[in-house]
């Protein structure tokens, strides 16, 4: 069983990035967060829309009147990035994308980053009742003086990864907490290294944890 091979240390190790959000706010005072998933900065419970002015190494990328903005990870980019109409980004990819949500405009859309790009984020509202979300989970409230950086962080997370399984990405399981799962016959697969079965067809999300955790 699964325990077993724990045990005896049949297993894979699979290291994922990870984001860092540093957060100054009027009076200097720093604050430092960091997300395996992705990074939220939203609207909250403000009824209009936000204009979201997004920066790239200290260069204007672009002006979202937006709901808000999602900076993801590979792991995180098949969750609330891809309900967003973000790109799925293969897990091991050292890169991680910006994703407005429900902008309205006509032509803006995600931007993929290498992973040493730094991304600025400030609201252009005079209004209080900002968000700032890490992995699903609230983290504190944001004023217009308050200004986000994201980058690369320096820690990373360790998967254990069924080692026996063909990698197939691209087909979800539906039901199965695992996402690299062979398939026996239609669409009913096994895991080969859990034995748990399920029936393909949902598709979820590599997302850990805030997402619904399909790695």
Known sequence: NAMEKLINEHYKIEERMMLRATIIGANGEKSVFYALNEINVTRGSFSRLVEFEICINDELSDIYPADGVIVATPT????YNLSAGGPIVVPLAQTYVVTPICPHTLHSKSIMLCNEDKVRIKTLEETKDMALSMDG???????PQDVVYIERSPYITKLIKCPY???KYFV????C????CNTS???????????HTGVLGNFGGDGIASGGDRG
Request: proline letters at 0%; aromatic letters at 10%.
């Open 76 to 79: 995180g980019s098949t969750a």
């Open 137 to 143: 989970k609230l983290k504190m409230y944001l004023t």
């Open 165 to 167: 399984c063909k990698t």
């Open 172 to 175: 979800v399981c539906g039901s």
């Open 177 to 180: 907490q695992h996402l690299n």
């Open 185 to 195: 016959a239609g669409n009913v697969f096994t895991c080969e290294w859990c034995g």
